[in-house]
């Protein structure tokens, strides 16, 4: 049976290279609503003695800096739980809430600050927690307090520098983030302590009102490494039994909750370290320590254990920090993907009869790219699970299972995948935000509805991308009457031709928003829409407008180096618009390996077919993009095996390919290596080494050179207009202030809407 678990894993894993080659697969990924209405997302379930009124939960999508310094929760945070009970979701969890501060050093700042909340230390936090369960309450909802042993080896180093302690781990394992800092070994008293704090957590999260504990078992935190041989290979003492610290935990917040309280765990069915790097488990060092992984038995095994301890429901997924795109599935993973997780776990219960302490069966949630209602609602009429996890897709909407229920599909905000605006904006320094929703995160700051225009206002919008959308439509909204200019027949800018690899689904259904939102405006608040027109400065200063907003976007760059105007060279842009242009050409080299460029090899190698080349002149690709969707491209580029030259810079194009030049020098990163991240630029690594050597000079044959080097703000438009002076008020957003992301544009075109 073991061997069949492996095999299931490694075909999984294998699969989500090329998994939209499955056209039905696919198609789950699009916002339709042929099942409605669903009857079985909004259907009751009991988990323990409580009953939730649907099967939706939300996921424990970060409350990193929601909370006070000193780690009470604000009322920011209140209401980003409160607007997603409001939309209806069945059981909101929080986001980490450690009780190992003075234990784990990478969880406490100096001065004993933090940028998670607490509910440890002092009655002083108990507040904010009661100000969050009422409000989730008010509306119906449960909530769950997910509370986390530590961090250990995925915690930030930094508390070495500013502590001068080590971080901490089950066994020593090197650090993620800088793997020359080593992790040392917490000894059984500082163990023991946590499973005190676990307890006595529990119980106050009871009396703050809370209706259940979550305990946060996967991803390699500190609970999975005491709890999987990977990272825990003590030799001596109860805690060389890599059970035993999870099953201690539960029994300990059993003994301090009792028996009708209900526990959740979150575990991964496999790191699948050995499923996704194989062989270079024996040759990469740190990887090598990790390959006595749990395997999918030994889980099995180890979650009926913890149901026998009082556990009463999972969600399961895949995956840890080292192959990050696992647990925090981009937008080129698969919808859906975890599906077949959720239904082995669920099956394996159902077979061993596997109970509750309770007498009920466990419920298995199910998680992974779920936010498409037809997809969770036909995978619980298929009896795939019990429940259905959304984070990302409550960011996007808080609303989803309100318009879900109403069978107002076309109206949810999708999900794009991008992890820009949640993950990677509290990686820099912020907290969770949404790329397509910018009230996300903001709910303390920005009303559901903007205010109405005092005076109205004439205002073109220049432009039909995100920003320009957003603009238009909310300030439509405030009563202002407003003319969307835009030169293409669909609404949607560069976000058109971005959609077009498959991998890319999330932004079609998402463009498709754009596009009704921009209809339903039309229709309500009197947007005019002007399609297929290109506006002079002018144009529009004759048409005397009260306020001009120009988002005419940004324009290819196109180095000046010879032979660039040779006709095999094409802008990756162009590409996209027109496919038909690699038609023929069998040897492809992209230059500029960012997240385009890397997008344009993966669409070429996978869909076209074609033999691929990508050079990069900085050391790393995908430089500034989240870990999880770098790391999922670039590995499955090594598998379809595109080459990725990096500290190489492009020199000269000739008509049989390219000349390159490249750094020669041992300490150039393995452009292959996702095991580890790339730290952000105001974080240095004090052990990385200088890439310092000769350059050699690299002829690389090629049929196509496609350029994806970056774009430059088209604002000579804006200029002009400020020039000719057309109007009182002349704004400029989008990628025509600053080429960058949709998180940017949408947040910059809500926010003039609403100003204006």
């Known amino acids: 049976m073991s061997k069949n678990y492996e ?45 939730v009124k649907n099967r939706l939960v939300m996921g424990p999508m970060g409350n990193i800096s929601m909370a006070e310094e000193m780690g009470r929760p604000s009322q920011k945070m209140v209401k980003y739980y409160a607007e997603r009970a409001l939309g209806g979701v069945g059981l909101i969890t929080t986001g980490l809430v450690p009780i190992s501060h003075y234990i784990d050093p990478s969880v406490t700042e100096p001065g004993d600050r933090s940028y998670f909340p607490r509910i440890d230390r002092s009655r002083t936090v108990f507040a904010g927690w009661r100000d969050i369960t009422e409000a989730v309450h008010s509306y119906g909802s449960r909530i769950f307090i997910q509370l986390t042993p530590g961090l250990g080896r995925v915690g930030s180093p930094e508390c ?15 650090n993620f983030y800088i793997t020359q800092i080593p992790c040392r070994p917490l000894g059984f008293v500082g163990l023991k302590k946590i499973i005190k704090n676990t307890g006595q957590a529990a119980a106050d999260a009871r009396a703050l009102l809370f209706d259940g504990v979550y305990l946060h078992g996967h991803e390699g935190y500190f609970l999975e490494q005491m709890t999987n041989p990977a990272f825990n290979r003590r030799k001596f003492g109860r805690y060389a039994n890599w059970q035993a610290f999870g099953l201690d935990l539960v029994k300990e917040i059993r003994d301090r909750v009792g028996p009708d309280f ?43 254990n913890l149901v026998k301890a009082g556990v009463d429901i999972f969600d399961v997924d895949l995956g840890c920090y080292d192959n990050w795109w696992l647990p925090h599935p981009p937008i080129s993973m698969p919808p859906g993907c975890y599906l077949a997780v959720a239904r082995l776990v669920k099956e394996y219960f159902q077979e061993n009869n596997i109970r509750t302490n309770t007498g009920l069966e466990v419920p298995v949630v199910a998680v992974g790219k779920l936010g498409y209602p037809d997809l969770a609602e036909k995978a619980l009429r298929e009896g795939f699970c019990d429940m259905v996890m959304l984070a990302r897709p409550l960011l996007a909407d808080p609303d989803w299972p309100n318009k879900a229920y109403a069978g107002r599909v076309e109206e949810i905000i999708p999900c794009i995948g991008d992890q820009e605006g949640c993950i990677n904006e509290f990686i820099e320094g912020g907290h969770p935000q949404c790329s397509v929703n910018p009230r996300t995160g903001n709910e303390d700051l920005l009303p559901p509805e903007p205010a109405p225009a005092a005076h109205k206002k004439r205002i073109a919008v220049v432009g039909g991308g995100p920003a320009g959308v957003m603009c238009a439509v909310t300030a439509a909204r405030r009563g202002h009457e407003v003319t969307l200019f835009e030169a293409r ?16 689904y999330d932004l079609i259904n998402y463009v498709d928003y754009l596009n009704r939102a921009a209809e339903k405006a039309a229709k309500n608040y009197g947007l005019k829409i002007k399609f297929n027109q290109t506006v002079s400065p002018e144009f529009l200063k004759n048409d005397n407008f009260d306020s001009l ?13 010879p032979g660039i105007d040779l006709p095999h060279v094409v802008q990756a842009v162009d590409l996209l618009w027109n496919p038909g242009l690699a038609d023929k050409k069998d040897r492809i080299v992209v230059v500029g390996g960012g997240a385009v460029g890397c997008e344009v090899a993966y669409f070429l190698a996978y869909e076209l077919g074609k033999e691929v ?9 995908m430089k500034g993009a989240c870990t999880a969707n770098r790391g999922h491209l670039v590995h499955y580029l090594e598998r379809q095996g595109v080459k990725l030259l990096n500290c190489t810079k492009l020199k000269e194009i000739v008509p049989d390919g390219l000349v390159a030049t490249q750094i020669q020098s041992k300490n150039i990163p393995d452009p292959y290596a996702v095991w580890r991240p790339v730290l952000p630029e105001n974080i240095k690594n004090p052990f990385e080494k200088p890439i310092k050597g000769p350059v050699v000079e690299l002829k690389i044959q090629a049929d196509l050179v496609v350029l994806a080097v970056g774009l430059r703000p088209n ?34 075109g809500y926010n003039l809407g609403q100003s204006l």
């Open 489 to 504: 027949d669909r609404l949607g800018g560069m976000l058109i031709p971005g959609g077009v690899p498959k991998i890319k």
């Open 549 to 561: 907003v120009i988002c005419v976007g940004g324009q290819p760059l196109k180095p000046v180096l």
């Open 160 to 174: 070495l520098v500013k502590k001068f302690k080590l971080p901490i781990s089950a066994s020593w394992n090197p």
């Open 613 to 621: 080349t990508v050079i990069e002149m900085l050391p790393y690709f």
């Open 7 to 51: 095999s299931f894993l490694n075909q999984l894993v294998e699969s989500y290279g090329s998994w939209f080659k499955d056209e039905e697969l696919l198609k789950a990924g699009r916002m339709t609503r042929n099942l409605y209405p669903y009857t079985h997302i909004f259907s009751p379930i009991q988990i323990n003695r409580i009953t």
């Open 262 to 304: 209900p526990i959740m765990y979150r575990i991964d069915l496999s790191l699948a370290l050995n499923a996704t790097y194989g062989k270079k488990m024996e040759e990469i060092h740190p990887l090598k320590k990790f390959k006595n992984e749990r395997t999918v038995a030994q889980t099995l095994d180890y979650m009926k």
């Open 715 to 748: 604002v000579e438009f804006y200029y002009r207009c400020l020039e000719i002076q057309a109007a009182p008020e002349i704004y400029n957003i989008g990628d025509s202030f600053c080429p960058g992301r949709v998180y940017e544009a949408v947040k910059a």
